[in-house]
């Protein structure tokens, strides 16, 4: 299972390295930093065991931002935990909607990775503090 995250982590790096590698020199009309991107989880506060997220992206203008891929990951603040990962989906223009399985009690960040169609990519981090279970 090991193996399988760490595999998992090793291609999103490269498809990443390689989409910056791609779209280096090229220009793009809007920059991932006019991106807002806003996280609210389900149950509110986050707790043990599944959680969805749901991540709303709008450009500067407030306009939702489609057509977006967006991977979430969740990683726990101590040494020695993998990490955990989950797709999203869009369920509406610029929303999109994934689960991860917070599988023990403490703090929690999430980090949210985004590619924009045009091909700009970001991260995102969410922390979440003393997650306890229900």
């Not at 006019?34 to 709303?56: A, H």
Request: neutral net charge; hydrophobic residues 40%; proline residues 3%.
């Amino acid at each position: 299972m090991f193996l399988t995250r760490q595999f998992a982590r090793t291609i999103l790096v490269l498809l990443v390295f390689a989409n910056l590698q791609a779209n280096g020199c090229s220009k793009s009309s809007s920059s991932a930093n006019d991106v807002v991107l806003t996280c609210e989880s389900d149950p509110k506060p986050p707790r043990v065991g599944k959680n969805d997220f749901i991540i709303t992206l709008t450009g500067s203008g407030g306009q939702h931002i489609a057509g977006a891929r967006v991977q979430i990951e969740g990683d726990m603040s101590h040494a020695g935990m993998s990490p955990i990962f989950g797709e999203t989906r869009e369920v509406a223009a610029g929303v999109y909607r994934g689960t991860l399985d917070l599988n023990m009690r403490g703090d929690w960040t999430v980090l949210v990775h985004v590619i924009l169609m045009g091909g700009q990519t970001f991260d995102r981090e969410i922390k979440f503090q003393n997650v306890q279970a229900t």
